[in-house]
């Protein structure tokens, strides 16, 4: 017999605590534990996350990137942790203020989410958090996916996403920094 999930209001998921270092997603008031990444989604996390960092300090921009730890309220009662985050350096400000849990109530500019193997996780990031970044707001949205070796940018228009798929050898068209000189070659090795 399987039991009913307990719901947890935001404010409750703010606080939560269940004694242990996992981290949890919020799905319509359920929590969705994130599970460790693999190695190759951690080099690709890594990786990146360099490669963005140095593009902001050289053309000294006002943005943060983050990575994994920096949480997305994209609904009443969802917040999503995506493995990379790009938002404004006025709205981290403005959150380090609060001193609170590191949950952004408005849109980044960008984020990334690297699929990892099973079902319920592709289904995630390519339909549920697809659906959710377009609907609050977030310009850019990138899925890397290391088993059909690709990457698919989605630009928003219109309230809703258009995407491009880039393969091998192609470079990754990204609006937030198109001077970025970046394969899908060089995301996948991530050396």
Same mark, same amino acid.
């Given at each position: 017999?399987?039991?009913?999930? =307990?719901?947890?209001?935001?404010?409750?998921? +703010?606080? &939560?605590?269940?004694?242990?270092?996992?981290?949890?997603?919020?799905?319509?008031?359920?929590?969705?534990?994130?599970?460790?990444?693999?190695?190759?989604?951690?080099?690709?996390?890594?990786?990146?996350?360099?490669?963005? &960092?140095?593009?902001?300090?050289?053309?000294?921009?006002?943005?943060?990137?983050?990575?994994?730890?920096?949480?997305?309220?994209?609904?009443?009662? @969802?917040?999503?942790?995506?493995?990379? $985050?790009?938002?404004?350096?006025?709205?981290?400000? @403005?959150? @380090?203020?609060?001193?609170?849990? $590191?949950? +952004?109530?408005?849109?980044?500019?960008?984020?990334?989410? =690297?699929?990892?193997?099973? %079902?319920?996780? %592709?289904?995630?990031?390519?339909?549920?958090?697809?659906?959710? &970044?377009?609907?609050?707001?977030?310009?850019? &949205?990138?899925?890397?996916?290391?088993?059909?070796?690709?990457?698919?940018?989605?630009? +928003?228009?219109?309230?809703?996403?258009?995407?491009?798929?880039?393969?091998?050898?192609?470079?990754?068209?990204?609006?937030?920094?198109?001077?970025?000189?970046?394969?899908?070659?060089?995301?996948?090795? $991530?050396?």
């Amino acid at each position: 017999m399987t039991q009913t999930p =307990v719901k947890l209001t935001f404010e409750e998921y +703010l606080t &939560y605590d269940d004694g242990t270092d996992n981290r949890y997603e919020l799905e319509d008031g359920v929590l969705i534990p994130m599970t460790p990444a693999s190695p190759i989604h951690s080099d690709i996390i890594g990786f990146l996350f360099i490669c963005f &960092y140095q593009e902001i300090q050289r053309r000294n921009l006002d943005l943060k990137v983050k990575q994994g730890d920096v949480g997305i309220r994209t609904r009443l009662s @969802r917040s999503r942790q995506p493995d990379i $985050a790009i938002i404004q350096g006025e709205d981290w400000r @403005r959150l @380090r203020q609060f001193k609170k849990s $590191a949950i +952004l109530e408005v849109p980044a500019l960008l984020v990334v989410e =690297v699929v990892s193997p099973g %079902e319920d996780n %592709e289904n995630r990031d390519y339909v549920k958090k697809m659906t959710e &970044y377009a609907e609050f707001g977030i310009c850019e &949205y990138w899925i890397i996916d290391p088993l059909t070796e690709q990457v698919i940018v989605n630009f +928003l228009m219109n309230g809703s996403y258009q995407n491009t798929v880039f393969t091998g050898q192609q470079q990754i068209i990204c609006q937030l920094f198109p001077d970025l000189n970046l394969t899908v070659e060089q995301v996948l090795i $991530a050396e």
